[in-house]
């Protein structure tokens, strides 16, 4: 009976331990020993030049609101490219480009859905980006959006954005927004 035993043991002992070695080689997920890296902590400040008309327009109307909608303009969507300058001034350094959606999500308040990109342009953040994904309460003095991820030197990001108007032309709507970022990385 030992010997029976024997002799299925060990072609079967050979066969799962070929199978265990082939599978962890071919497996399609596994666990991944990340180097421990230090986490940091970042802040900026810069300052967003919303465009609405004209050649050099940095929000674009894509779908306008439904016809029968009064107020507030809900449903409409738009798409934008935002040039990222360290000070108010138009003429000032572009640090990168706020690029993204908006929706009006709400019809008794000016209140945008908004899903954006941060993508940086200068030094070591060059390519690097940080997303956003939230609620813009439009007539708040300070509006306040999570940072939900990044990419470059941004993996894993997580942290907010605080935006709020630096200055308003009432003819043309064009305006300067203040953007101040706080985000945890690695």
Request: proline fraction near 5%.
């Amino acid at each position: 009976m030992a010997k029976y035993f024997l002799n299925i043991l060990f072609p079967l002992l050979f066969i799962l331990s070929k199978t265990f070695s082939t599978a962890e080689r071919d497996t399609f997920l596994k666990s991944v020993n990340r180097n421990p890296l230090k986490p940091q902590i970042s802040h900026f400040r810069f300052y967003g030049h919303i465009i609405f008309g004209g050649p050099n327009a940095t929000v674009v109307n894509v779908v306008p609101p439904r016809v029968n909608v009064k107020k507030r303009s809900y449903g409409l969507v738009n798409m934008m490219d935002i040039p990222l300058t360290k000070t108010p001034e138009s003429g000032s350094k572009l640090l990168g480009r706020l690029q993204g959606i908006d929706g009006r999500a709400w019809h008794e308040k000016l209140v945008q859905l908004m899903a954006m990109n941060i993508v940086f342009f200068t030094k070591k953040y060059n390519g690097s980006t940080l997303t956003l994904l939230g609620r813009n309460p439009m007539s708040d003095e300070v509006r306040e959006m999570p940072v939900v991820g990044g990419s470059g030197l941004f993996r894993f990001a997580r942290g907010y954005l605080q935006a709020s108007t630096y200055s308003v032309d009432f003819q043309t709507w064009d305006n300067v927004i203040e953007y101040i970022v706080h985000v945890f990385h690695y």
